[in-house]
T-cell receptor, first 108, second 112 residues
Framework: GQQVMQIPQYQHVQEGEDFTTYCNSS?????IQWYKQRPGGHPVFLIQLVKSGEVKKQKRLTFQFGEAKKNSSLHITATQTTDVGTYFC????????WGAGTKLIIKP | DGGITQSPKYLFRKEGQNVTLSCEQN?????MYWYRQDPGQGLRLIYYSQIVNDFQKGDIAEGYSVSREKKESFPLTVTSAQKNPTAFYLCASSMTGFETQYFGPGTRLLVL
């Protein structure tokens, strides 16, 4: 069946370091959505990418959609404690296929 | 105040008992969804509904049932057939099927 693989499962960073999570789909997607879930909270929509090769920025967050519309990435520059949480991608084909999430952990 | 509400926040189930989780939205969205999230895991789709009086099974529908009698409401019943119901249950809605999802605060179900 259709799958969206998301890696890594966890990433430990020092505050101020960068963070990246990657999603790869087994099939071509019509769009990809990104969500953030804070510890103990619910997923909150961040952004949707639709076009091949699209790049969108939200302050320190950069989202990319691959040329083949099968992969995507989220990069956070200079992480802050407010970035802590789990980041999910969800690829849209007929339905939404969710990645397993990448948990961003800030080292004390 | 527009949004999605879920109740209760915590729910305890005894063995052999059916329990119903409430989900209400006032966003005028056509589509609603139920997801299950286990600790440290991603989201798994239980049921979804793209229109009133119609719903479809998701990936893990066994042991669950839903109804969609009103556009605003999409209750989920966890039946006694669901042998491992302890999880975080999230309800979501979107304007149409599988567009941007808006989530409720969730219900944590624990088995006594």
């Amino acid at each position: 069946g259709q799958q969206v693989m998301q890696i890594p499962q966890y990433q430990h960073v020092q505050e101020g370091e960068d963070f990246t999570t990657y999603c790869n789909s087994s099939t071509t997607l019509s769009n990809i959505q990104w969500y953030k879930q804070r510890p103990g909270g619910h997923p909150v929509f961040l952004i949707q990418l639709v076009k091949s090769g699209e790049v969108k920025k939200q302050k320190r967050l950069t989202f990319q959609f691959g040329e083949a519309k099968k992969n995507s990435s989220l990069h956070i520059t200079a992480t802050q404690t407010t970035d802590v949480g789990t980041y999910f991608c969800a690829g849209r084909n007929y339905q939404l296929i969710w990645g397993a999430g990448t948990k961003l952990i800030i080292k004390p | 105040d527009g949004g999605i509400t879920q109740s209760p926040k915590y729910l305890f189930r005894k063995e052999g008992q059916n329990v119903t989780l409430s989900c209400e939205q006032n966003l005028n969205h056509d589509a609603m969804y139920w997801y299950r999230q286990d600790p440290g895991q991603g989201l798994r789709l239980i049921y979804y509904s793209q229109i009133v009086n119609d719903f479809q099974k998701g990936d893990i529908a066994e042991g669950y049932s839903v109804s969609r009698e009103k556009k605003e409401s999409f209750p989920l019943t966890v039946t006694s057939a669901q042998k491992n119901p302890t999880a975080f249950y999230l309800c979501a809605s979107s304007m149409t099927g599988f567009e941007t999802q808006y989530f409720g605060p969730g219900t944590r179900l624990l088995v006594l």
